[in-house]
């Protein structure tokens, strides 16, 4: 387990899953290889060349945006449904 603030797009690239929160939930736990994937079908792409961990602090940091990308995950879509059935 590591904490990371702000990290260069090389170190961010060497990890192999990332856990994102937001005001202490959890938004999105996924593969990093699969986060530019993810931002996408997210409609929140990240632009060529932008350092994908700043553009993920900034998706982030939007509550709307944030919903959004954790719903376009696995995890994210098994949380949606708890909540729908009231769990």
């Known amino acids: 387990v590591l904490s990371i603030h702000q990290p ?6 060497t990890l192999d899953r ?12 996924a ?6 994937g993810i931002c996408l079908r997210a409609g929140l792409p990240c632009a060529p060349g932008y350092n994908l961990a ?9 509550a709307d945006d944030a919903e959004r990308l954790g719903r376009h995950t696995n995890w994210g ?7 729908e059935d009231g769990a």
């Open 8 to 13: 260069s797009s090389r170190a961010f690239l």
């Open 18 to 29: 990332v856990m994102l929160m937001r005001q202490g939930g959890l938004v999105i736990s």
């Open 31 to 36: 593969r990093t290889a699969d986060l530019v």
């Open 54 to 62: 700043d553009h993920l602090l900034d998706v982030l940091a939007d």
């Open 77 to 83: 879509k098994a949380a949606a449904a708890a909540a």
